[in-house]
């Protein structure tokens, strides 16, 4: 399995501020995607990161709110913007290893 | 698109017994079905997953069963220990989308 790196690991923030959160992983895959876990919730897909293409978002999710970035097949971040109280959650970066799926570390967000 | 229910929701059994929690899903096309422990404050981990060309896996004490023409697939964890207790997720696959999980079982092992 893919060693997967995510940080910060958690943040306060104001709201009205934006954090990005990054995510490396220590062999190239093609996809990466991004997860909400809502306190004592499942997790709900954000989008599809996609080395050399926009990424896919899910429905619910803009990517005004939700920009991603993929410039290489190691790398993305995700960048949380225009803040609210609302968007306090885990964020969980995760890379398919043929079909399921591996996590990062998670970034614990608390906006305030 | 894939829908997935996870049942039940919580689950207290004493250490030693057995548990049980079950899955089904709404696409026929689905042919993967991981399932992941998740500790409090951590990261969920895959512990046992099965293709729908396999009946049932068996890993340990940790098994997996799948009824494709029902669409349903479960877990089980026997002789049960503190270190069981966690939140459980199943998902399920095309391998074509991105997975789809349940809501999650919390299964507390008494002591």
């Known amino acids: 399995s893919a060693v997967i790196s995510q940080k910060p690991s958690r943040d306060i923030c104001q709201r009205g501020t934006s954090l990005t959160i990054q995510c490396q992983v220590d062999s190239q895959v093609t996809m990466m995607f991004w997860y909400r876990q809502q306190p004592g919730q499942s997790l709900t897909l954000i989008a599809t990161a996609n080395q050399g293409s926009e990424a896919t978002y899910e429905s619910g999710f803009v990517i005004d709110k939700f920009p991603i970035s993929r410039p290489n097949l190691t790398f993305s971040t995700l960048t949380v913007s225009n803040m609210s109280p609302e968007d306090s959650s885990i964020y969980l970066c995760?890379?398919?290893?043929?079909?399921?799926?591996?996590f990062g570390q998670g970034t614990r967000l608390t906006v305030v | 698109g894939e829908n997935v229910e996870q049942h039940p929701s919580t689950l207290s059994v004493q250490e030693g017994d057995s548990a049980v929690i079950k899955c089904t899903y709404s696409d026929s096309a689905s042919n993967y079905f991981p399932w992941y422990k998740q500790e409090l404050g951590k990261r969920p981990q895959l512990i046992i997953d099965i293709r729908s060309n396999v009946g049932e896996k068996k890993d340990q004490r940790i098994a997996v069963t799948l009824n494709k023409t029902a669409k349903h697939f479960s877990l089980h964890i026997t002789e049960t220990q503190p270190e069981d207790s966690a939140v459980y997720f199943c998902a399920a696959t095309t391998g074509n989308t991105p997975l789809v999980f349940g809501k999650g079982t919390r299964l507390s092992v008494i002591a």
């Open positions: 995760s890379v398919d290893g043929q079909g399921s799926a591996f």
